[in-house]
């Protein structure tokens, strides 16, 4: 068989295997002070699902992503241009992913250009993803018909995805999160009003896009990561708690890092500092001061993320467990 022949095959099971994606486990969290608040927690593993070859691809990301590869047309070869800032997993998860698929992509990224770039984007141009630095302001006034004039002057066709991959087909991936939420639901037989799913939230895209599937209209709880909270977009279903994003993102206080190094001391299971650590240390606060009521089910989506921990361990001087590609992926 000839090299071009390899390659179209491993293209094609790339492909296949990225838009069927494994279903992720959901871990009963056992802790004595949440038994005596009558207090259930369920963490839905969406951490353990990752590409092994391109651990970046992974939980939310991936989810995210799933919409816009499923609706990419191969035969194109458009370019996939979208934004971020140094520290995005968003940029690093689409550059993954144009490596794995043979898609290129095209990162604007916020901020200066300098020698000494983030981990994040030395992963990011290791797969072969094209940066481009602009101005702060310069950066607050993008969107796809708005593109730097060099971008749109070498690019006739593109597909443009905003920060942090929330676009309408970011919403197509999550409908099969949300089918998965629901027969674990079913599967351990929790039909009650006290059902709550809880996440993290930044860009929104995520919990906006439970709340589209959410035909059972189970709570849905987001733990807002970000300054400037705002509500006014979120659906019905959706309660925001704006209470712990610690300064804003990426922000965090010593709590927040002890929470973390006593979590995976307790469950071995590791969590990010910017969304699902943030989270879970918010629901471990919300139940201490009796938010919930008893006989609550919390399903709590750990979002993935943990690529991001090296480069906050090394911009803060952190010591938090972080992730290795020798977890096993679903």
Do not use: C
């Not at 259930?40 to 590869?69: C, Q, S």
């Not at 593109?147 to 929330?166: A, M």
């Not at 969304?275 to 629901?283: D, E, I, P, R, V």
């Not at 009521?293 to 690529?307: C, F, K, N, R, Y």
Request: glycine share 8%; charged share 20%; hydrophobic share 35%.
């Amino acid at each position: 068989m000839s090299l071009s022949k390899l390659n179209a095959s491993y293209l094609d099971d790339a492909w296949e295997y990225f838009l069927n994606p494994p279903v992720s486990p959901v871990s009963l969290l056992k802790n004595e002070e949440w038994q005596k608040k009558g207090i259930v927690v369920y963490l839905k593993r969406d951490d353990l699902l990752f590409f092994p070859t391109h651990p970046e691809i992974a939980g939310n990301k991936w989810r995210k992503m799933w919409g816009t590869f499923k609706q990419y047309d191969r035969s194109s070869k458009w370019p996939l241009i979208t934004q971020g800032g140094i520290h995005s997993n968003h940029l690093v998860a689409l550059a993954a992913a144009g490596h794995l698929l043979g898609v290129r992509t095209i990162g604007i990224v916020r901020g200066e250009n300098n020698l000494d770039i983030s981990p994040t984007l030395q992963k990011a141009t290791a797969y072969g993803m094209e940066l481009h630095f602009i101005s702060r302001n310069e950066y607050k006034s993008l969107y796809s018909s708005h593109l730097p004039s060099f971008l749109q002057e070498s690019y006739d066709h593109f597909h443009f995805i905003p920060e942090g991959g929330s676009n309408v087909a970011s919403a197509l991936g999550l409908e099969s999160l949300m089918n998965e939420i629901n027969d674990s639901f079913s599967q351990i037989n929790l039909q009650s009003d006290k059902n709550t799913i809880a996440l993290p939230v930044g860009t929104g895209g995520t919990i906006n896009g439970l709340s589209l599937h959410n035909s059972q209209k189970i709570r849905l709880l987001g733990i807002y990561v970000l300054k400037g909270f705002s509500e006014n977009k979120m659906e019905n279903d959706i309660v925001l708690n704006p209470d712990f994003h610690l300064g804003g993102y990426a922000k965090y206080h010593q709590g927040l890092v002890d929470f973390i190094r006593h979590f995976y001391q307790q469950h071995q299971i590791i969590l990010d500092p910017i969304y699902s650590g943030k989270m879970m240390y918010a629901l471990n606060e919300m139940i201490k001061t009796d938010y919930f009521s008893p006989g609550t089910t919390l399903v709590a989506i750990h979002t993935g993320g943990l690529q991001g921990i090296e480069a906050f361990n090394k911009r803060y001087k952190t010591q938090l467990p972080s992730f290795t590609t020798q977890s096993y992926p679903l």
